[in-house]
């Protein structure tokens, strides 16, 4: 994990498989309610793509692509977004998590109307918690005994190497 | 273990079991390694037998409880018969909540608090190795605590 591979075929394809990686990932999310999927799924495979990046060039390279300052505050905010939803419904009326009150209706094509925007909003919730902690723990476990913490400006020396 | 459960048309569990347990665990697992060494520290030789013992007991409870699981497809398996909430589920999941696939309202809407604390888990997760791990590389002799806090 600490220095990079030395093929550039090997580095080269795994820098350009991250955008699909990501694009499935973000597939994987939105399919969630047709078919298997959802977000844990989906937040894990967005995560993997930073772990190709960082084992095919360096930790220091994946770590600049997916920088601390940016996936530390990510980690509560996909919490926050599944709770926020819950506070809306009990806001609007109902139970917490009750996404059908967010429809303001009585009727029942509404109620399933905005409870699948609900399982919606909360699968969102779930993918960013999820992709920015497998990230996180990847990168904090992984991180070279040389590099110390607060380490996102660190990485420009560490990754010439 | 993704294939098995593909077989018990759980792709769902499969989807994750092949994501997380096969791909992000097995990192996870060999950073671990990487991080603490791969030969055990000091100690000495311990004898293997009382953990032998534990590791027998525990696997033979759980043999003798899986003599009870119901088979695979069993029609008179708890969770297939009527009047129970997996039947309101199945029955009722399309016009509840428009979702073909029944797995997500039922993590997502029928059990929403479960899924709210798995998430609230992982995040814990995670800020538990963030701050043990990024602790630990800023105080190089030691937790800060050891000597300020008598």
């Known amino acids: 994990v600490r220095r990079s591979t030395e093929s550039p075929i090997v580095r080269y394809v795994a820098r350009r498989s991250v955008p699909f990686i990501q694009l499935y990932a973000l597939y994987v999310l939105g399919h969630g309610e047709d078919g298997p999927g959802g977000g844990f799924q989906g937040g894990v495979i967005f995560a993997s793509a930073f772990v190709l990046l960082a084992l095919a060039n360096g930790w220091a390279y994946g770590r600049r692509a997916a920088p601390a300052r940016v996936l530390d505050p990510l980690l509560p905010t996909g919490c926050m977004v599944y709770c926020g939803i819950g506070l809306l419904c009990w806001l609007a009326g109902g139970a917490f998590l009750e996404y059908a009150a967010l429809a303001f209706s009585d009727d029942p094509h509404a109620h399933a109307h905005w409870r699948h925007y609900g399982l919606i909003g909360i699968e969102i919730g779930v993918m960013i918690t999820v992709s ?23 990485g420009e020396e560490v990754g010439r190497d | 273990m993704a294939l098995l459960w593909c077989r018990m048309n759980a792709l769902d569990v499969g989807f994750t079991e092949a994501a997380v347990g096969a791909g992000i665990s097995t990192v996870l697992m060999l950073a671990a390694v990487r991080r603490v060494g791969r030969h055990e520290s000091g100690g000495g030789r311990r004898s293997g037998v009382a953990p032998a013992l534990a590791v027998a007991l525990v696997a033979g409870a759980l043999l003798y409880g899986a003599r009870d699981m119901p088979r695979v497809g069993d029609p008179g398996a708890p969770a297939h018969r009527a009047g129970t909430v997996a039947q309101h589920y199945l029955a009722h999941s399309m016009e509840d909540s428009g979702s073909p696939n029944v797995v997500t ?28 791990l990024r602790q630990a590389g800023r105080w190089p002799r030691g937790p800060r605590w050891k000597g300020g806090a008598q």
């Open chain 1, 132 to 154: 920015s902690a497998m990230a996180t723990l990847f990168f904090e476990m992984a991180r070279p005994a040389q590099v110390q913490a607060h380490v996102d400006d660190v």
């Open chain 2, 105 to 132: 309202p039922v993590l997502g809407d029928y059990r929403g608090y479960d899924t709210m604390g798995e998430t609230t888990v992982i995040f814990i997760a995670a800020l538990a190795v963030v701050l043990l």
